[in-house]
DNA sequence: CCAAAAGTGTTCTCCATACACCCATGC
DNA sequence: GCATGGGTGTATGGAGAACACTTTTGG
């Protein structure tokens, strides 16, 4: 068993944020070849006393110093030929953080990963936009179907903030009050007595995910991919 | 890059049929040390010239003799320690085939692949009991929401045989009206002329999938995992 | 008073569910 | 004629989609 060919093993993450108005992911602009220039995902080779998913969250923690992540796995990508250098196959992994915890690193460090609007993360290096597509496939079928956004959002947030997350994962026709209705349909969003300050318009009322009641879902949810 | 230790690579398939009334899973019995004697998924170490899916698809021809088989990845164990004998990084696949095409293996040879009822399948070897509950998960989720059942019936079969098979992989609680009124719903289900014969009862009309207009559900598929 | 976003209800359609009886066939 | 499964229709409830106006606030 031991005398056949081993291939490096990599852990790869697709890092998802939200800023208030669009998606980003978390990537890195390569500096040697190949694919020098490119933009390609966060990630690093796994050692043999972690698993994969162990690997992607030490990984983003180095890059980012953030711990309190969710992170899955998505897809291993094992294509002869996807890594120039020799056999690499990557374990790619799908995160969701909050932005706001994680500014865009300061710009002084080439090596520090940078949070790119997903819209404009075209060409990426290796088959890491494979691994993009899979992750944005995912979280749409995520958010067509369960509560969504409690990962991707601050703790506090209105409706219209939740609103904007579901329209830019699953596209633009959304009618807010069908939205509305949906959401407080799901008893994990619960209402605070807060509202919003400061702003020129009438306040809006902020809202929370309650945990305890997100975690039937959570379940149901690995049956689905 | 190259100086990373490396894990061995192996693909293993959850190959899943359908008698008529139960599921089964292909399963090899081991013969040797970890686990001798123990169920475990068929599978073997992914070449550097291939993917995963490609190897898992050449075990299971191996294995079966069989090649119009689907599969497809379902998940990556990477656990620490999964593999006594060292470090083994396992892609675990999804494989669905007409056990009427590919018979319980003549039973002179011990190193062949058995079918075994999905209910009597418990404690495999290594983390195997994992991934078959992946793949269960996986189509239990398939038939909830698309048409299901290509795969795993032979080219024309009852309407029966698709509730059965339904009932099988969902539950017991299917009502046989609403269930024919949902799976004709489905344009991809085409009726025959043909009929049962030699039965004592009124004959049955068989139906078979319509490939073409099945593809895309099979595209609609890859954001739910 | 104006701009900008918050907030709110009703109607309709469709789909899932619950539920019970007659029909064709072989023995 | 009887046992066995094939085959059918209707009523109801809930969820999602379409759709427009009033309220609050800051400038």
Redesign the pocket.
């Known amino acids: 068993m031991s005398d056949y060919p081993r291939p490096a093993l990599a852990a790869d993450v697709v890092a998802l944020g939200f800023d208030g108005s669009e998606l980003f992911v978390l990537l890195i602009q390569r500096e040697h070849e190949p694919f020098a220039g490119s933009w390609a995902l966060p990630g690093g080779f796994v050692e043999p006393s972690e698993s994969a998913e162990q690997a992607a969250l030490r990984e983003l923690t180095e890059e980012t110093g953030l711990t309190d992540v969710s992170v899955e796995q998505l897809h291993t990508l094992s294509q002869p030929g996807r890594d120039p250098r020799g056999w690499v196959v990557s374990v790619a992994h799908l995160a969701l953080l909050r932005m706001a915890d994680h500014p865009p690193a300061a710009g002084d460090d080439a090596r520090r990963a940078e949070w790119v609007p997903v819209k404009r993360a075209k060409a990426l290096a290796f088959d890491h936009g494979l691994a993009l597509e899979r992750a944005l496939a995912r979280i749409r079928a995520r958010a067509e179907r369960f509560p969504f956004g409690a990962e991707l959002l601050p703790e506090k947030f ?4 939740l ?1 904007a997350l579901h329209r830019a994962v699953l596209g633009e ?1 959304l ?8 959401v407080r ?1 799901w008893a994990a969003l619960v209402p605070l007595d807060e ?11 902020f809202f929370r995910f309650d945990g305890r009641r997100l975690r039937p879902f959570v379940r149901a949810e690995t049956g689905e991919s």
């Open positions: 209105t409706l219209r903030d609103e026709d009618d807010r009050r069908n939205f509305r209705k949906r349909s509202r919003e300050t400061g702003v020129r318009h009438r306040r809006a009322r």
